[in-house]
């Protein structure tokens, strides 16, 4: 049987154990020994647990950031309800995959600091989805298809906080489940397209 790559079995090791003990109790030690290699090893294609963690989300959870990029650089392609039905949907499955992984950072205040800190080092951060999707809008206004006056930074938070605040939301509730990505992800785009959107809006999705 062929052997993964070194960098694709750290992959791998981190995705797995950031899930199963939390990124705090990750240890690159850990990792290393699950990838079945040295800890010396894992530096040679990573420079920190930080940097490991930001390619553990960019290359082992739903591309997000790729979507958001492609639609900037291209705006007026489809339809802006039907791409904002698509962001919100990756956007979803993003926090619902990456939440439980950085849940354990939000324990430890100093540790979080740190885990921060090391992140704007590297240019990395939980502010960027927010940023592109603002960066998609703003293009999507100048090309006339959301409303000169409309705050696309707000609408940017409000998708975005909408996606993260399910991963979360609805474990502690024994009486509602979390909404089916398809369907969240739809109204959520209709809402938001009947606030910003220069055309009229969209007819509710829901059934």
Do not use: W
């Amino acid at each position: 049987m062929e052997t993964k790559p070194a960098r694709v079995r750290i992959l791998d090791a981190a995705h797995e154990l950031m899930l199963t003990v939390g990124l705090a109790r990750a240890t690159t030690k850990e990792i290393a020994r699950a990838a079945g290699c040295s800890e010396a090893a894992l530096y040679k294609y990573f420079d920190s647990k930080e940097e490991l963690f930001v390619r553990v989300l960019t290359e082992r959870l739903p591309r997000l950031t790729p979507l958001l990029s492609g639609l900037a650089a291209a705006p007026g392609r489809g339809t802006l309800a039907g791409n904002l039905t698509e962001i919100a949907r990756q956007a979803a499955l993003f926090y619902e995959q990456s939440f439980p992984i950085a849940a354990s950072l939000y324990a430890e205040t100093q540790l979080k600091r740190r885990h921060d800190e090391a992140l704007r080092a590297i240019g990395s951060g939980p502010h960027l989805p927010i940023e592109g999707l603002d960066a998609y809008l703003r293009a999507e206004q100048a090309a006339g298809r959301v409303r000169a006056d409309a705050d696309t930074y707000a609408a940017a938070s409000l998708l975005l906080g909408a996606c993260a605040q399910r991963a979360f939301a609805y474990d502690a509730t024994e009486t509602r489940e979390r909404p089916p990505v398809d369907e969240f992800a739809a109204r959520l785009a209709a809402t938001l397209v009947g606030g910003i959107s220069v055309a009229d809006t969209p007819d509710d999705p829901r059934p």
